[in-house]
């Protein structure tokens, strides 16, 4: 049988600074890779490697470049002579409430975080953000009262924080937008009829003579049900269904 290698990708090795000190890395390193090549172990300030959790918050400068840069370390590639260090915690509001008693009103949301009317629209927070959330946006809607709008724009925040480090307002918006979002999907938005119908049932016990039996195999079983289940195809049509409705609703 032929097979076939992946093609070869030659490093070159170029200067970084970490906290001013130099260390020569391979320039194919993301920058959470280089500070492991170059000797630290993480502790804090790493969580998924995916680009999703938001912890790996780093700030740099380029040779010659009076210019800020911001980067989520597992995601930014090393460029040489990159000056970093990575912001393990940033000192960030944030407010705490009983969501359940909550009112979903913008009225609710100053209550909270009345600092939302120090904003003075630098936009400084939508220039960091490594997600391209455009920050200074939403937080321009909650001023207007527009919880959904604020909930909807700063959806993809992984809440890494650096709006907060570079607001002229003081204020930690990935917070607040959090706080939107919350009362948004919480409280705003109508309740799927499907999911309150499925809930119901499990409540009634719909489900419980097959969890019961699930309970009841041992690991090689539940592996064997697992691997073998039938898999709805890649392309089927809308209309498809499993043949057996066994443990479905
Ligand atoms: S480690 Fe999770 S975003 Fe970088």
């Not at 959330?133 to 909930?151: M, P, T």
């Amino acid at each position: 049988m032929a097979t076939t290698t992946a093609p070869e990708v030659k490093a070159e090795t170029i200067p970084i600074y970490i906290m001013g000190k130099r260390y020569d890395v391979p320039d194919t390193l993301t920058i959470m890779k280089a500070l492991e090549y170059a000797g630290y172990q993480y502790i804090r300030g790493c969580g998924c490697r995916g680009g999703v959790c938001g912890a790996c918050a780093t700030v740099y400068r380029k040779a010659g470049d009076y210019k800020i840069r911001t980067g989520l370390a597992c995601q930014t590639v090393v460029e040489p002579e990159m000056y970093l260090t990575q912001i393990p915690f940033y000192p960030a509001n944030r407010a705490s409430y009983d969501f359940e008693s909550l009112e979903p009103t913008p009225e609710s949301i100053y209550k909270l975080y009345p600092e939302l009317f120090r904003c003075v629209a630098c936009n400084a927070c939508s220039k960091v953000c490594p997600m391209d959330v455009e920050v200074l946006d939403y937080i321009s809607a909650l001023k207007r009262g527009d919880i959904k709008a604020a909930a909807e724009i700063s959806f993809d925040c992984i809440q890494c924080g650096l709006c907060a480090s570079r607001c002229m307002g003081e204020m930690a918006q990935y917070h607040i937008a959090q706080l939107a979002r919350r009362l948004n999907g919480g409280k705003l938005t109508p309740k799927a009829q499907h999911l309150q119908e499925i809930c119901a049932k499990i409540e009634e016990g719909a489900f419980d003579g097959t969890l019961t039996e699930l309970k009841g195999l041992d690991k090689d079983a539940l592996k064997k049900l697992y691997t073998e289940r039938e898999m709805e195809p890649a392309m089927a049509h809308d209309s498809w269904k499993p043949k057996s409705s066994v443990g479905l609703a």
